[in-house]
Each structure stands twice: as C-alpha cells, then as structure tokens.
C-alpha cells in the first residue's frame, strides 16, 4: 500500500451515521445511469450493495460477455470499477458526499465470464475531509478465494463538486427527480 493510503496519526475511526440503513437493507441503485449499480445500463455491472454491521457493505454482481478484456475473462478496469463501486457506496453509511481520490488495485486471479463476484468494503480511517477504505472480491461465495482487492482513498465533497463539474442535462434530470430519496443519493446528499 502507498503513504498515500496509508491513514496519517490523527486519524479515527469511521462512525457510522445514525440514520444509517440498517444491517442486510439493500443500499439500491444511486443514479439510474450510473454504469456500476444503475438499471439503465444495459452493459453496466448491475452491482447490487447492502449495508452490514459498522461503517461496512457488500455487494455482488456477475461477470457478463460484456465485460470482457481477453476472452472469457473479465476485464481489469470492470473489476476496479466493482471494487470502486461498493467503497463509493460507503458514503451512504457515513452520510458524506465523497469521490474516489486514489484507488490501489491487486488484480490477485483471473474472473471468468459467468462468475459471481463477492464483494465487501469498509472504511477503515477518518482524517478530516479524507476518507480511508479497502474492498475485496471473492468467487464460489462470500469466503471464496479473493480475486481482487483494493486500497482507497476517498475525498469528502460538497454537492456543488457535481453541479459545477458535470453536464447540466443529467444535473437538472436527477434534481427533477420527484423521488427524494433517489434524488438525494444520486449525489449521495445526506437527504
Ligand atoms: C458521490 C456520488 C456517488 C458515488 C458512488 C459511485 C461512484 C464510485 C466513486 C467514483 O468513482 S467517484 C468518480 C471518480 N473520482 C473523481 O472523479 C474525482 C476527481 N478528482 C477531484 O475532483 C479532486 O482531485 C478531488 C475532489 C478528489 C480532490 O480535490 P480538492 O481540491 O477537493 O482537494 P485537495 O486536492 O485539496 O485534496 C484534499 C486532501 O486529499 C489529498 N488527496 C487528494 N487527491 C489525492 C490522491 N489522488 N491521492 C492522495 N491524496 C489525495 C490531498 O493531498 C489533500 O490532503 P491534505 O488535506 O492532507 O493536504
């Protein structure tokens, strides 16, 4: 693991948000077209997260002929954006807004087209405005051998991070949301 990732003296641990959904609650999609957990993907990776005891989630998702890098296997950036995907959902049970500043990724065995990821992350480390986690993904099961996993360090944002950097006609369809919930966790905005 890098310095980078590496929580600095100082550091606490994560507390986990009161209002945080409860252990086994399915976390759901955040933003309809995001390609990691969206249903209006249809290459996406589909990833579906629940919450688990303390400032942890898992999550699964299968490996399709669509994520594919050499044949039959599972591309390494699809498996990166899995890990990515389940530390980012982390920020629902802080209730923060936070992106991926750096991702360390081992790429341990090669996943076949077919095969259910099992994934689970949590956050580790609290410093200010960053925010240390780690993930790992198994196949056969929850205790299966470990195909990937991840180092992550995630930056604490304002909602404006989104408004200011990304295109106004996905900004404006996702704050017209009539559904709150869905609205706010499109930004993962503490609703
Ligand atoms: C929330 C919505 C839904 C999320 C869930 C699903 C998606 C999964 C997560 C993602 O994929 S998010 C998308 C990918 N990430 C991005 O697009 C982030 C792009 N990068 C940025 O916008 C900025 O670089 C960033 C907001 C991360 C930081 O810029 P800032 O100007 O706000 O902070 P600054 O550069 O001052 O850094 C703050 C601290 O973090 C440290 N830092 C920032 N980037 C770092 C980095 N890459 N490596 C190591 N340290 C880093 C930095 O050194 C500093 O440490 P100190 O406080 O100790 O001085």
Redesign the pocket.
């Given at each position: 693991m890098t310095t980078?990732?590496t929580p600095?003296a100082g550091a606490r641990p994560p507390v986990r948000h009161p209002d945080a959904p409860a252990p086994g609650e399915p976390l759901g999609s955040?933003?309809e077209h995001?390609f990691?957990?969206g249903g209006g993907q249809p290459h996406g990776l589909h990833l579906e997260a629940r919450a688990e005891e303390g400032v942890a989630v898992t999550a699964e998702f299968t490996v399709t002929a669509d994520h594919q890098g050499a044949p039959g296997l599972a591309h390494g950036g699809v498996l990166a954006t899995a890990l990515?995907?389940t530390?980012?959902?982390l920020?629902w049970l802080l209730r923060v807004?936070?992106?991926?500043?750096?991702l360390e990724t081992d790429f341990v065995r090669p996943v076949p087209v077919g095969t259910a990821l099992h994934l689970s992350a949590e956050v580790t480390a609290v410093?200010?405005?960053?925010i240390y986690a780690t993930a790992t993904g198994r196949t056969g099961g929850p205790d299966g051998p470990v195909a990937v996993r991840a180092d992550a360090?995630?930056?604490e944002?304002k909602v404006d991070?989104?408004i200011d950097?990304g295109r106004p006609k996905e900004i404006q369809a996702a704050m017209a949301d009539p559904d709150t919930q869905r609205r706010a966790r499109?930004?993962?905005v503490n609703p």
């Open positions: 980078a990732l600095p955040h933003y995001c990691g957990c990515d995907e530390l980012g959902s920020g807004i936070a992106v991926t500043g750096r410093h200010g405005r960053k360090l995630f930056i944002v991070h989104f950097n499109a930004f993962e």
